[in-house]
């Protein structure tokens, strides 16, 4: 008996479910296709007054920023150097700080110049072999 009256408890359930779903939902006739949301899209884009740009555009631009601000933090350290020296009034461990940092931020700057460096060759050399480009 308290089975029948369980079963009967998980059919009203479903059978209320279903026809909320009939009954409460709104049928929508929209048909959009790959086109009309690209269209969609560039409306949006143009309001925004948002550069349009292609994926390797936008990323050479954030390597720039991120170079000029590797250069920043690298003259910041060579000033902070500079002070910490000119003020040791000959202290040798502040000088030994000051030249230790000098040192560190120049390797630093030269490796993440040699990388940007490397990485656009190698980019261009395959970007050029790819278009047919490449001369020998």
Request: a positive charge; glycine letters at 6%.
């Given at each position: 008996?308290?089975?029948?009256?369980?079963?009967?408890?998980?059919?009203?359930?479903?059978?209320?479910?279903?026809?909320?779903?009939?009954?409460?939902?709104t049928?929508v006739?929209a048909?959009?296709?790959f086109?009309?949301?690209a269209?969609a899209?560039?409306?949006?884009?143009?309001?925004?007054?948002?550069?349009?740009?292609?994926?390797p555009s936008?990323?050479?631009?954030?390597?720039?920023?991120?170079?000029?601000?590797?250069?920043?933090?690298?003259?910041?350290?060579?000033?902070?150097?500079?002070?910490?020296w000119?003020?040791?009034r000959?202290?040798?461990?502040?000088?030994?700080?000051?030249?230790?940092?000098?040192i560190?931020?120049?390797?630093g700057?030269?490796?993440?110049?040699?990388?940007y460096?490397?990485?656009?060759?190698?980019?261009?050399?395959?970007?050029?072999?790819?278009?047919?480009?490449?001369?020998?």
């Amino acid at each position: 008996m308290h089975q029948s009256n369980l079963l009967k408890k998980k059919v009203l359930i479903c059978l209320v479910i279903v026809a909320n779903l009939f009954l409460f939902s709104t049928p929508v006739f929209a048909k959009k296709t790959f086109q009309s949301n690209a269209e969609a899209l560039e409306t949006v884009a143009d309001k925004t007054g948002i550069e349009k740009t292609d994926v390797p555009s936008m990323f050479s631009n954030i390597v720039k920023v991120a170079i000029g601000i590797t250069g920043l933090v690298y003259l910041a350290f060579m000033v902070y150097a500079g002070f910490k020296w000119m003020t040791a009034r000959g202290v040798e461990d502040d000088i030994k700080t000051a030249r230790n940092t000098i040192i560190a931020a120049t390797i630093g700057i030269i490796i993440v110049i040699g990388a940007y460096a490397i990485t656009n060759f190698v980019s261009q050399q395959l970007i050029d072999r790819a278009t047919g480009q490449y001369q020998k």
